[in-house]
């Protein structure tokens, strides 16, 4: 299985920012090899990122992946993601999501 993301793992691991604990995420599952599967990531990538952490962007496509919303894996979301705002496009997503609307 090809892992989209494998090859930005190197460059993303000092990236600045809040970094998740996978573990919530791959609660979810079984195993690595049914995690692997779901999320469409290699098994190396998930160790790696027990290691690192996930940045808040691989956070956010591996729970949707999972079929959930960030949010709900890891609590802190929100007040991280208005924490580290960058005065626009979080703003309109969150105002957006409290409207009921679509982002």
Same mark, same amino acid.
């Given at each position: /299985?090809?892992? &989209?993301?494998? @090859? ?7 990236? &600045?920012?809040?970094?998740? @604990? &996978?573990? &919530? $995420? $791959? +609660?979810?599952? =079984?195993?690595?090899? *049914? *995690? ?6 290699? !098994?190396?990538?998930? /160790? ?6 996930? !940045?808040? %962007?691989?956070?956010?496509? /591996?729970?949707? +992946? +999972?079929?959930?919303? !960030?949010?709900?894996? %890891? !609590?802190?979301? %929100? =007040? =991280? ?10 703003? #309109? #997503?969150?105002? $957006?999501?409290?409207?009921?609307? +679509? *982002?």
């Amino acid at each position: /299985m090809t892992d &989209p993301v494998e @090859d930005l793992d190197a460059a993303d691991e000092n990236e &600045p920012g809040t970094r998740y @604990d &996978p573990a &919530p $995420l $791959l +609660a979810l599952f =079984d195993d690595l090899t *049914a *995690a692997s599967e779901r999320l469409g990531v290699t !098994p190396r990538s998930l /160790m790696r990122w027990r290691d690192t952490g996930l !940045p808040y %962007w691989k956070a956010d496509r /591996m729970a949707y +992946a +999972a079929g959930f919303h !960030p949010s709900e894996l %890891w !609590p802190t979301w %929100w =007040d =991280d993601a208005l924490a580290e705002d960058d005065g626009h496009e979080i703003t #309109q #997503q969150t105002t $957006l999501f409290r409207l009921g609307g +679509a *982002a």
